[in-house]
């Protein structure tokens, strides 16, 4: 009984799956944005390429790509702390694997709790980026504009708690 339980983990492998085909699908959606803001930029008209209207709406799309290829690496870190923590039973053997593959340290997963402070981090960074893109667009702050940086506040103050917790 026990031993099926056990097994019952490989259900995980449909989470490591999709997070990483949601993550090349986050790339390949960054990488689309950031042709079409070179293409729209350079496709002006000479006069209005040099324009601050310009330049302004391709900083918009460069930082929509940024925002993208964030939450790309968010499914990606997500997927590989997934696969450390469920598929992968002995950690020696995960080592050993991530050795092998050269994965980089902060990739290294060893609880839930590792997981969930790395995920809290790339989604501040996100809503950061998401103020950033709002900064420029908007250019006038209103009270509720000043939730997304209360927010990555929020987020900050609990991956700390969460840090000096353990």
Known sequence: ??????????????????????????????????????GVYLGADEFKALSSDAALATTVDFISALDQFLLGLVLLVFAYGVYSLWIVA?????????????????????????????????????????????????QVFTWPDL?????VLAFGLTI????KAH
């Open 90 to 138: 002995d950690a020696e053997e995960w080592e050993s694997e991530r050795e092998r593959v050269n994965a980089p340290d902060w990739l290294k997963v060893g609880s839930v709790t590792d997981l969930k402070v790395k995920l809290l981090e790339v989604i501040a960074v996100l809503l950061a980026v998401l103020f950033l893109k709002g900064a420029i667009q908007n």
């Open 1 to 38: 009984m026990v031993e099926a339980i056990f097994r019952s983990r490989y259900v995980s492998i449909v989470a490591v799956v999709f997070g990483a085909v949601g993550a090349v699908t986050m790339f390949l959606i960054g990488a689309v944005t950031t042709i079409k803001a070179i």
């Open 147 to 151: 939730v997304v940086p209360a927010s």
């Open 160 to 163: 700390w708690l969460i840090r």
